[in-house]
Each structure stands twice: as C-alpha cells, then as structure tokens.
C-alpha cells in the first residue's frame, strides 16, 4: 500500500524512499513487538498537522485552590486553537481513563514520551534522594523504574524487588521490602510481564508505609481502560502510559492524576522538565482517545487478548515453554532454551533474529533468573498490532506453526526464506492502516 509523498517525493527522494520502504515492510511482515502498533491515518494526519509549527508553553487551564479552571495559560499569543485542542485531549483521556469521575481527576497530555512522563511524576512527587520501589529490569519492569543507567536511579534512591521464584509478583517480597525502604513512592508497571496486576494489593502496601502508588500502564493502557485487565483507579495515585502502545496514538506520553497533585504534576512537566509541548503530537493524542473511547475499539481490545490466550496455547500444544504458562493480556514471554527438544532455540536472540528474517518480527527479553543480561534465554511476543491489521485466532495458529518451522530450521536460511515469503502472501490479506 503506497502513501501520498508528492511533496516529500519532490524535495527529498532519498527520504521519501526510505518512507516507502518503511510502509512496505510494516505492510509485509507480522509485527508482534508487544509495545508496537498501527496508528489509523486519522491519527497519523492529525500528528502530521501544522499544531507541530506553534509554540505553546503552558496550559489551557490555570490551578487555583486546588482547581483546575480553563482558559489561557500560556507564555505566547496564538492559542486560541491550541487551548481547544488541548482541553478536548484532556477532557478525552479522562474520560477514558476515569469515567464518571472525571471531576476527581487531572490528566497531563504533554510528555513527550513514556519515559519523560514516569521522570516528570517522580520529580513532581519526591525530592532528591528521596526514596521509590519498582519492578527490577529483568524480572519485567521498566529502566525508569529504578535501574540504575536510568536517571531516575541517579537522582533519587530507587529500590529494585524481583518477581516471586514462579515469576510472578510476591506481595511478602514486596511489603517486606518497602517495610524496611519506607519508600514515598511506589511505581508499578511492567514491560515484560503477562499476567494482570493486582493494582489493590500493591495500594494496600503503598498505604501501609504511606508511599503513593504510581501505574506505569504504557503497555495496557486500552486494556485496563475497558476494565479487560485490572483498572488501576482509585488505588493508584497517579498513572502514566505511552500514547504509541496499545492506545495507537503518535509517540507521546499521558498521565493521570488524583486532581490534588494535578498542578504538581503539571509544573514538573512544564516548565520543570520540558519547554514547549508537541501540540501536533497532542492533536493525534486527542484523535487517538476518541478512537479508544468508541465501540470500535473495545472489540479491537478484547480481540487482542484473546488472540494473544490463543497464540499461548497453540505455542504451548506445540512444545514451547511459557514464562508463567500462559497470559492474561496482549503479551507472551517464552523460554525458547526451554520445552521441547525440537522447538528450543539456542537463546532468544537466535530465535528473535530467525524470526525477524522469516518476517514475524518481535524482540529477544531477559526471562527472570537470567544470569547473562547480553544473551537473553527468553521472546516477547504480543498481539496489539497483528490484530490492528485485522487477524484472529485461525491467524495465531498459523503463526504457531510457522514459530515451529523456524525454531526447527536451525536457522537455514533457505528455510527462514521460504518462510518469509509465506507470510509476505499472507499479509496481503490485511488491512494495514
Ligand atoms: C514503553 C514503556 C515506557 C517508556 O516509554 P517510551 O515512550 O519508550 O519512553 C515506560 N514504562 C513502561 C512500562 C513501558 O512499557
């Protein structure tokens, strides 16, 4: 499928080209990286709007009392669309996000991306040196949850727990540790982690050291949205996601907030942090949540689960081993040194890149007890995209098998090849958007 590049085309072949190829191959090979998607061209022509040439620093809206009140709070003329584009993103991700309570709660549509979001809620919400938990790297959490290359390790005391021996949460590992941390923040959120999270338990130990409850939701947002897995609010405190995962926005990041740390949060993202926001990323924003909000894309939501339990049996029928024996969300994590004889790869880097050749791309991951961060023994697989361009369980059984082809070609390439081309055949059979 070719997209209009007249004027790209005109000024810039060499980039243009590069935009064709990159359509091609996203229309050509089965993406299953679990924090990728497809964004609709509404959202993709809003983003590629001329809101990218305005300069906006501020809000629509000024804090009073504890208030948020709408109306011009920026530092520059000219925004008397920008200030409308902006409250109906608000308005919209609240919506979505707390429906019904939406007067309890502040939502923050300028993060440039997930991770300036997860450091703009801690820097609103600790000191320096002060001290958070979260989910340590290997065991499915995110760098900016503590790991120590990540600033949010540099700038406040960050405390890593593990998973439980079964690579699930233990809640006794985690309330013993912010026992003895007294953490004042708690962040919970997972990268690699495929079973739903229980987001009252982890408020029950952040109240009982008083720490404040931050879920990082970026790979699940559409999910806990619809209430598909376990709604963050009213435990949390605060929430962050990505806008580029399941929710198919342009690249960005959202927060939510309990509206008493609303003016907080707002002035660690601006002007604590940022200077002018994205407002053409914030026009896709806004279209996105309005496609998330329909009845669309609930059934788009559910479909993705499901496509994701079916992919898991059908990986499991065929001998492969799963992190946890199965999922819950969008999301498998496999230990391909592991299972059968016949379907185990080297390591998941082996399997990752025969994969890749053979045109189902998706990433190699740490599985938890893995001892040598550089060879990962696990795959991370997910569903958002692949259902995104319209496939459904028969599809995921398909891709089962060919899983099993590649593992089973011990990388040959001729194998991997013909393999390629099958799914390239098979691809011309979706809706890419
Ligand atoms: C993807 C992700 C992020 C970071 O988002 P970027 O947009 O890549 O900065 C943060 N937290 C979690 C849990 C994520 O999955």
């Not at 006794?172 to 009252?200: F, H, N, Q, W």
């Not at 879920?215 to 929430?239: F, Q, T």
């Not at 707002?266 to 407002?279: E, N, T």
């Not at 593992?407 to 393999?419: C, E, F, P, R, Y």
């Amino acid at each position: 499928m070719s997209k209009p590049y007249e004027n790209l085309s005109a000024v810039d072949p060499e980039i243009a080209d590069l935009c064709v190829a990159e359509d091609r191959r996203q229309a050509s090979v089965i993406r299953m990286i679990a924090s990728e998607n497809y964004a609709s061209r509404a959202v993709v022509e809003a983003t590629a709007s001329t809101f990218g040439n305005k300069y906006s620093e501020g809000y629509p809206h000024k804090w009073k009392d504890g208030e948020r009140q709408w109306g011009n709070g920026r530092y520059y003329e000219g925004q008397e669309f920008t200030n409308q584009l902006e409250q109906l993103a608000i308005e919209r991700a609240l919506r979505l996000f707390a429906p019904g309570k939406e007067s309890q709660y502040h939502a923050n549509v300028q993060p440039l991306s997930g991770a300036p979001a997860n450091f703009a809620v801690l820097n609103a919400l600790l000191e320096a040196g002060e001290s958070f938990m979260g989910l340590a790297l290997g065991h499915g959490g995110h760098l900016t949850h503590g790991h120590k290359v990540n600033v949010t390790a540099k700038y406040f005391a960050a405390h890593q727990f593990p998973l439980g021996s079964d690579a699930l949460m233990d809640f006794d590992i985690i309330a013993k540790m912010a026992e003895e941390v007294k953490p004042k923040v708690m962040i919970i959120g997972t990268t690699s982690y495929p079973r739903s999270l229980d987001y009252s338990k982890f408020g029950e130990i952040a109240k009982s050291v008083g720490a404040l409850l931050v879920a990082d939701v970026a790979h699940i947002s559409g999910l806990v949205a619809h209430n598909i897995l376990p709604h963050p609010l009213p435990h949390a405190d605060v929430v962050t996601m990505t806008t580029h995962k399941m929710l198919r926005g342009p690249r960005g990041g959202l927060i939510i907030c309990r509206k008493e740390l609303g003016e907080q949060i707002d002035r660690s993202v601006f002007p604590a942090l940022q200077g002018g926001p994205h407002m053409n990323n914030v026009a896709g924003i806004a279209v996105a949540l309005k496609e998330a909000l329909s009845d669309d894309y609930v059934r788009y939501a559910k479909a993705v689960v499901e496509n994701a339990k079916h992919l898991a049996k059908c990986m499991i029928d065929r001998g492969f081993e799963l992190v946890t024996g199965g999922t819950d969300s969008h999301m498998i994590v496999a230990d391909v040194t592991k299972g059968k004889d016949s379907v185990r790869a080297a390591n998941g880097i082996v399997m990752s890149e025969d994969s890749a050749r053979a045109g189902i791309v998706f990433n190699k991951n740490a599985v938890p007890g893995d001892e040598k961060p550089w060879r990962p023994s696990g795959i991370r697989i997910g569903t958002p995209a692949s259902t995104t361009v319209g496939m459904g369980v028969a599809d995921m059984e398909q891709i089962a098998d060919w899983l099993v082809r590649i593992a089973q070609s011990k990388s040959d390439g001729s194998t991997l090849d013909a393999i390629r081309r099958e799914v390239g055949e098979a691809m011309t059979g979706f809706r890419v958007p």
